[in-house]
């Protein structure tokens, strides 16, 4: 037997640690095409040689067999578990009929008929037992079945696994998962196996595609291309890559299925040769492109391939620009994606309509040429794009000794151009629009004096990757240069005359002015884009162009609906609908399903935007006919995206509709579209989608909840307004969302507290406590507290804006919460404002109890909150700190009837005014000359005499003039009044 090196790593472990051994590996390859009786398959001999060829050249030990009957088949594999005792890894492969019945998988001998089916047992090859024994002796078993082709027997035909036995039906597509074939996990091995693949060429239920005859099936090629990268890559991530190799190759119409269960981590290090030179860099890529497809979520790959089979582009090079793009680019929005789609779709297309149009006769040029089309075509884009630069870099070698003749310049130049064009059309395919347009523009400068088709169509591309930049970026700039570019082209002309070139042209620059004019405030650039677009209609309908009339009239709609958004007057948005019928007309539901669908949601769109200035609902009614017009043809089996944005319109209307009839049902039904529409639109793979279907999945339970007095529907409701601020604060993930909400409440609380609004605060505090839906106290300690500590903030103004004690109680037993997690010694700054809000609401609980306990805790948090906060480090915090001990010490003075305290208080007061000075801070200024005031009338109540008084004057004059200054006037009237007091005090005595 032949060695392989193989590496084994636990899987369970991150450390960097494996033990490496060599390992005998053993192969049997069936193929089964000259069946008896029932369909011949003309590949399976074909995989079955190249595959033994290629499992020999990777070092396994490899035997190949061939139509084999129920005999020969059961001894080969008999043979083979024999064979396999000692080896450590068992590799079979089988490509023939297979089919499943009873929950057991059979593999058809040549020479089965509709009999055999009568003791499957004997007649066929049960798989199960032949895993069963290899993994007695063998740690890892491998087996690769191209066998989930369609069943070769009758419909009705039924297997019986012994003559006597139940009769159970052919499984309806292939194959089914092996039975036994689980995952193990962390479960401790009670044998020495190290567990089994078992790779189905199509998924569970599905038939496979054998391929042409004369070939290798799909799965079949996918894995002889592929299982050479096992060297130095781990044998699951191959497997994907010949997972998502099938499904490109057979356009989405096959996709493979592995069941693994390893153990460990398996690596095979003997190879033969990789591909070098350009199909070198092209495998390579696109091997990394298999990886990035197989994690892409399944609504963005039923957008690509709806792109794709709409489009008429081949697949592998949709997901190509995806990868260039970069997986964390990738538009979240269902919409924003399919303009991508359809942008870099049309690109492709142009691409390789313009292959023939290609002439060089430098034989280098045209073999990087023909590797970059190959490139594109396999997805490798970055392969492409350096197979292209070095095409131009050989163009522009060759420029200088292109002089012979006028006509040998003139083909030389359009030849050049066409490089540059090329590597432009890659640029663009990979977002890059900037150089894109540059490689247009020296395309165009090369043919402009040779070729007049060629330089419209250079500038014209120009023109369209100006406007794709300026779009994505924002380059006001790059726009004005697209409609210079247009203009270009309008000059070619003759004579101004207004044909159909000149309506396309037109028609293009009238794009570029709407989205220049949905970035202004003013309309004057949609309304000249809306003007060109009527000119270019007179002149398609004129030239019965039907296909750019309805492109031009659908533009046209959308600039009539940007303008009448802005306006009172609903004239506009008549015009937008009635420019959308006209659309449909000329797009046939029988010809045209999905863009019919599509004008019928525009349709709805523009009648729904109709509706607002519309009380009556007419136009709501025809907007909901439409969306259900239009979800006849987007289903959620064909078109899920799609069905979903559809389902969410459909249920704005609904809602509205609902409100205007006072009909629940409506509403009801509004948010079953939600919902509905929620199972596509899902947090994970859509967010903004999913956070837009969550608004109004709100709107529609508030609707609901005018119907009953109880809380569930608005409660429902604020949950779904609270998921959607994930997405709607630009924040991707929930910790994100808890700051965002966070920070909401800080607003809220600043305004409550600004404007005693009480409504605003209790905001403030739902925002708060929103924000400990994600900052749970196991997960996130810290900001559990610090939510914690601001809701505190919030409860403790609400205690004085709405004048209830309890207020104060919740924000004491908030401020408690906050200081299990603040620690002295690990949070010091956090814990010492904690202290001093806690100080803070003491004190004003203790106003409404009188209860000098209360005081002197009080007193004692904010000397607490003292020890941390000091004038140097945190000046704003230590003096509302002092000041705040001032007030405590003054009102238990006050509540015992005593002035012991005044001295203590007088020292915190005038310590404030190391930090509120008259110049920085004039009404925390003011605010500590009146506490300071209130001292010496205290003490000239207890006896201090009129010196006393008149120092408390003097105070309170100083505060009147603070606040005058700091423009806070509403304390000065209390304090005249105190000044008023004290002046009579001195008269009496």
């Not at 449909?584 to 019928?600: C, T, V």
């Not at 839906?773 to 810290?782: A, E, G, H, L, T």
Request: hydrophobic fraction near 40%; include cysteine.
């Amino acid at each position: 037997m032949a060695l392989i090196a193989a590496l084994f790593c636990l899987a369970a472990t991150a450390l960097a640690l494996a033990e490496t051994k060599s390992l005998k590996g053993v192969a049997l390859i069936i193929g089964q095409s000259n069946y008896l009786h029932i369909a011949a398959l003309p590949n399976p001999a074909n995989d079955a040689r190249d595959m033994a060829k290629m499992l020999t050249d990777l070092g396994f030990d490899a035997r190949n067999v061939t139509d084999r009957d129920a005999a020969k088949l059961k001894r080969d594999l008999e043979r083979f578990v024999e064979d396999a005792e000692g080896a450590d890894v068992a590799f079979i492969y089988y490509s023939g009929h297979g089919i499943e019945a009873g929950g057991e998988n059979y593999l058809v001998p040549v020479d089965a008929d509709v009999s055999s089916l009568k003791d499957a047992g004997q007649a066929l090859v049960p798989m199960s037992s032949v895993m069963d024994e290899l993994k007695k002796t063998v740690p890892v078993t491998i087996m690769l079945l191209d066998a989930c082709r369609t069943n070769p027997f009758p419909p009705d035909a039924v297997v019986r696994r012994a003559p006597t036995a139940s009769a159970e039906p052919i499984g309806a597509g292939g194959l089914e998962p092996v039975r036994g074939a689980k995952a193990l996990g962390n479960t401790p091995a009670t044998d020495a196996s190290l567990g089994s693949v078992v790779g189905f060429a199509a998924e569970p239920g599905r038939p496979a595609l054998d391929g042409a005859a004369g070939e290798n099936s799909p799965y079949a090629a996918a894995l002889l291309r592929h299982l050479a990268a096992m060297k130095g890559t781990e044998f699951g991530l191959v497997m994907r890559m010949v997972t998502e190799e099938v499904y490109l190759d057979t356009k989405a119409r096959q996709r493979p299925w592995v069941n693994e269960s390893l153990r460990r981590l398996l690596y095979f290090g003997v190879a033969p040769p990789e591909p070098t030179g350009d199909d070198g860099l092209i495998t390579g890529e696109r091997r990394q492109l298999l990886l990035t497809i197989s994690d892409l979520p399944d609504p963005q790959r039923a957008q690509v391939e709806m792109a794709s089979l709409q489009d008429g582009v081949p697949l592998d090079a949709l997901y190509g620009v995806l990868r260039a793009l970069g997986t964390d680019k990738i538009p979240e929005d269902p919409t924003d994606l399919q303009k991508v789609l359809d942008a870099q779709a049309e690109r492709l297309k142009k691409m390789m309509s313009e292959r023939a149009a290609l002439r060089t006769d430098d034989p280098e040029i045209k073999r990087l040429v023909a590797s970059a089309d190959k490139a594109i075509g396999q997805g490798a884009m970055v392969a492409a794009r350096k197979f292209l630069d070095d095409a131009v870099g050989r163009v522009e070698q060759n420029s200088g000794a292109v002089d012979e003749t006028e006509e040998l310049i003139r083909q030389k130049r359009i030849a050049d151009a066409a490089i540059y064009a090329k590597r432009a059309d890659a640029a663009a395919l990979v977002f890059d629009y900037k150089s894109a347009a540059n490689d247009y523009a020296k395309a165009f400068s090369l043919v402009e004096k040779w070729d007049d088709k060629l330089r419209w169509n250079y500038k014209n591309q120009e023109a369209e990757a100006l406007n794709s930049h300026g779009y994505a970026t924002g380059d006001l700039d790059a726009l004005q240069h697209a409609i210079e570019a247009y203009r270009v082209i309008l000059n070619f002309i003759p004579n101004g005359e207004q044909n159909r070139d000149w309506a396309i042209t037109r028609n293009n620059m009238a794009v570029v002015l709407q989205t220049i004019g949905e970035r202004e405030t003013e309309t004057a650039h949609l309304e000249e884009a809306a003007r060109i677009l009527s000119d270019s209609l007179v002149v398609f309908e004129r030239e019965k162009d039907d296909r750019n009339w309805a492109a031009a009239q659908n533009n046209l709609a959308n600039v009539l609906l940007k303008i009448g958004e802005r306006e009172s007057d609903p004239k506009r948005l008549n015009d937008a609908v009635a420019a959308m019928r006209a659309t449909l007309e000329k797009r046939p539901r029988d010809k045209l399903p999905l863009d019919w669908a599509a004008s019928q949601n525009n349709l709805g769109l523009a009648l729904y935007a109709l509706s607002q200035r519309d009380p009556a609902g007419e136009h709501l009614k025809d907007a909901e006919a439409a969306y259900r017009l239009a979800l006849e043809e987007y289903t959620r089996e064909k078109a899920p995206v799609e069905w979903a944005m559809v389902e969410n319109n459909l249920g704005n209307t609904l809602v509205t509709l609902g409100i205007q009839l006072n009909d629940k049902a409506k509403i009801n039904e509004a948010a079953d579209a939600f919902r509905a529409a929620l199972k596509v639109r899902t947090r994970e793979t859509f967010p903004v989608s999913w956070a837009t279907s969550r608004l109004n999945l709100g709107n529609a339970l508030s609707g609901v909840a005018r119907f009953d007095m109880g809380t569930s529907s608005l409660e429902e409701a604020a949950t779904a307004y609270d998921d959607a601020l994930t997405v709607f604060t630009r924040q991707r993930f929930p910790m994100d969302w808890a700051s965002a909400q966070n920070n909401l409440g800080s607003i809220y609380q600043t305004l409550g507290q600004r404007t005693r609004d009480a409504a605003q605060l209790e905001q403030s505090a739902e925002a708060f406590q929103a924000a400990r839906q994600v900052y749970v106290r196991r997960k996130f300690p810290q900001d559990w507290a610090m939510s914690y500590y601001n809701l505190g903030n919030t409860l403790q103004l609400l205690g004085g804006v709405t004048d209830k004690p309890e207020r104060y109680s919740e924000a004491v037993n908030a401020y408690g919460n906050a200081l299990r997690e603040y620690k002295r010694e690990t949070n010091p700054r956090q814990w010492a404002l904690a202290q001093a809000g806690l100080g803070s609401t003491l004190h004003w609980l203790s106003m409404s109890n009188a209860d000098p306990k209360t005081l002197q805790a009080s007193i004692a948090a904010r000397r607490a909150a003292l020890e941390v906060l000091t004038m140097e480090t945190a000046p704003i915090d230590w003096a509302n700190a002092q000041n705040g001990i001032g007030m405590s010490l003054l009102n238990l003075g006050n509540i015992e009837r005593t002035g012991k305290y005044l001295d203590e208080a007088e020292a915190a007061f005038t310590a404030t005014l190391k930090v509120f000075t008259r110049e920085s801070q004039p009404m925390q200024w003011a605010f500590e000359q009146n506490n300071l005031g209130d001292i010496h009338w205290n003490r000239a109540n207890y006896g201090g005499g009129k010196a006393e008084y008149l120092k408390a004057i003097e105070f309170f004059e100083n505060a009147k003039q603070g606040f005058t200054e700091a423009g806070f006037t509403i304390p000065i009237p209390l304090t005249n009044q105190k000044i008023d007091l004290v002046k009579k005090q001195i008269a009496k005595k």
